[in-house]
């Protein structure tokens, strides 16, 4: 019905800047909040940044003030900038949304994408 393929990941040395994308498709009748998470080997999945239908913005403490969520509604599309990247940045990250949809009647689901690597290392 719905999906979500994020992009951009890749090989960075510490300092250095990315850029995740990650864009919802399907039979998408409202894109409400989007969310970006990480998962390094070994640790729980954490929350990085969030953006709400509203314009909102919430991040974690670990990323404030180096990490910026942007959408773009017109083309169903999160972002994630990512600038003065750490080591202790390496993780899968993940995009996640709450998105209204339609099989015969309408319903909200929660999917999430398969995910884009980041290896910050020197």
């Known amino acids: 019905q719905v999906q979500l393929v994020e992009s951009g990941g890749g090989l960075v040395q510490p300092g250095e800047s990315l850029k995740l994308s990650c864009v919802a498709s399907?039979?998408?009748?409202?894109?409400?909040?989007m969310a970006w998470h990480r998962q390094a080997p070994g640790k729980q999945r954490e929350m990085v940044a969030v953006f709400t239908k509203n314009g909102g913005t919430n991040y974690g403490d670990s990323v404030k003030g180096r990490f910026t969520v942007s959408r773009d509604n017109a083309k169903n599309t999160l972002y994630l900038q990512m600038d003065s990247l750490r080591p202790e940045d390496t993780a899968v990250y993940y995009c996640?949304?709450?998105?209204?949809?339609?099989?015969?009647?309408?319903?909200?689901?929660?999917?999430w994408g398969q995910g884009t690597q980041v290896t910050v290392s020197s």
């Open positions: 996640t949304a709450h998105i209204l949809t339609k099989n015969g009647r309408y319903y909200y689901t929660d999917p």
């Open positions: 399907g039979k998408i009748f409202s894109l409400e909040d």
